[in-house]
């Protein structure tokens, strides 16, 4: 889909891509437009005037009331605040959240200029002319993470926490992989046929895919174990077994998520720690 160009996805639903296509975001981040003449907006992306202007086109002739953010990484929240300028629509969603972080990424780091006008709790609802959405948290990918539920869609915008092109990354200090597990078992419990990611195609059979998520994590959390006991001590090591074929670049980023399946193996139990070196604890 060319950045830019409004796509209708569903008679309360428009997407617009912003023009931040890399090989972290795949093609960019995606704008949802819900609702007509009343609309709400998710993720308004990078602070990109292309990207501003592009939802202005959009909503031409409409009242943007909402300006919603799933996250504060650079690449979902920044458009916030020169939308709100262009619109006078207020700031909801999610808390403000920016860390430091030197660490390699696979994702974009976080906006220290987010200012909600009011933070979403869970269960909380935002409503318009003809639409409903429902936030609910969804901590892990960061700790401050909120999805939206469309009730007259029995859909759900779920910004980074599941994506239509890759898996999650869960990148400590913040990223958190027990909450993010717990997240998606979540997600399950509930009724959403519909996922809107952000980055990525709509995904249909919404909870058999997520399902599908719990089980990789779960693979890849016994080939850790499987590595320690090999003799792999070291994140680096374990990422060269894990990871054949990705690009050497990732490697970094792929180490974070090696990382987080660490510290919840930890916490339960499972390993220990030593001068940067991990081993499995005793039965």
Same mark, same amino acid.
């Not at 009730?151 to 890759?166: C, K, L, N, Q, R």
């Not at 958190?176 to 809107?196: C, G, H, N, Q, V």
């Not at 998520?213 to 090999?230: N, P, S, T, V, Y």
């Given at each position: 889909?060319? &950045?830019?160009?409004?796509?209708?996805?569903?008679?309360?639903?428009?997407?617009?891509?912003?023009?931040?296509?890399?090989?972290?975001?795949?093609?960019? &981040?995606? $704008?949802?437009?819900?609702? =007509?003449?009343?609309?709400?907006?998710?993720?308004? *992306?990078?602070?990109?005037?292309?990207?501003?202007?592009?939802?202005?086109?959009?909503?031409?002739?409409?009242?943007?009331?909402?300006?919603?953010?799933?996250?504060?990484?650079?690449?979902?929240?920044?458009?916030?605040?020169?939308?709100?300028?262009? &619109?006078?629509?207020?700031?909801?969603?999610?808390?403000?959240?920016?860390?430091?972080?030197? +660490?390699?990424?696979?994702? /974009?780091?976080?906006?220290?200029?987010?200012?909600?006008?009011?933070? !979403?709790?869970?269960?909380? !609802?935002?409503?318009?002319?003809?639409? $409903?959405?429902? &936030?609910?948290?969804?901590?892990?990918?960061?700790?401050?993470?909120?999805?939206? /539920?469309?009730?007259?869609?029995?859909?759900?915008?779920?910004?980074?926490?599941?994506? *239509?092109?890759?898996? $999650?990354?869960?990148?400590?200090?913040? +990223?958190?992989?027990?909450?993010?597990?717990?997240?998606?078992?979540?997600?399950?419990?509930?009724?959403?046929?519909?996922?809107?990611?952000?980055?990525?195609?709509?995904?249909?059979?919404?909870?058999?895919?997520? =399902?599908?998520?719990?089980?990789? =994590?779960?693979?890849?959390?016994?080939?850790?174990?499987?590595?320690?006991?090999? *003799?792999?001590?070291?994140?680096?090591?374990?990422?060269?077994?894990?990871?054949?074929?990705?690009?050497?670049?990732?490697?970094?980023?792929?180490?974070?998520?090696?990382?987080?399946? !660490?510290?919840?193996?930890?916490?339960?139990?499972?390993?220990?720690?030593?001068?940067?070196?991990?081993?499995?604890? /005793?039965?």
């Amino acid at each position: 889909m060319p &950045t830019g160009l409004t796509m209708e996805l569903h008679p309360l639903v428009r997407r617009v891509l912003a023009p931040n296509p890399s090989p972290f975001t795949f093609t960019g &981040t995606q $704008t949802y437009l819900v609702g =007509r003449g009343d609309v709400a907006v998710i993720d308004p *992306g990078p602070s990109d005037a292309r990207h501003i202007n592009a939802i202005l086109a959009a909503t031409k002739g409409e009242t943007i009331r909402d300006i919603t953010c799933t996250h504060t990484h650079r690449d979902h929240s920044p458009g916030a605040a020169p939308l709100k300028e262009a &619109t006078g629509a207020q700031i909801v969603g999610c808390a403000y959240l920016a860390l430091e972080d030197a +660490g390699p990424r696979a994702d /974009a780091a976080f906006d220290s200029s987010y200012a909600p006008d009011r933070v !979403l709790e869970d269960g909380e !609802l935002l409503t318009g002319e003809g639409w $409903t959405l429902e &936030t609910v948290a969804t901590p892990g990918h960061t700790s401050n993470h909120l999805c939206y /539920a469309l009730h007259e869609a029995e859909a759900m915008f779920t910004g980074d926490h599941i994506m *239509g092109w890759s898996t $999650t990354v869960i990148a400590p200090p913040d +990223g958190d992989m027990k909450s993010y597990m717990e997240s998606l078992a979540k997600l399950i419990d509930r009724e959403e046929t519909l996922y809107y990611p952000a980055h990525g195609e709509p995904i249909e059979k919404a909870r058999r895919f997520t =399902r599908g998520l719990m089980g990789h =994590r779960k693979q890849r959390e016994g080939q850790i174990l499987r590595a320690i006991d090999e *003799g792999l001590t070291a994140i680096p090591d374990m990422v060269q077994k894990m990871y054949k074929g990705i690009d050497p670049r990732l490697h970094g980023a792929a180490g974070r998520s090696v990382l987080a399946h !660490l510290i919840d193996l930890r916490d339960r139990g499972l390993v220990e720690e030593s001068e940067e070196s991990w081993s499995t604890t /005793a039965a």
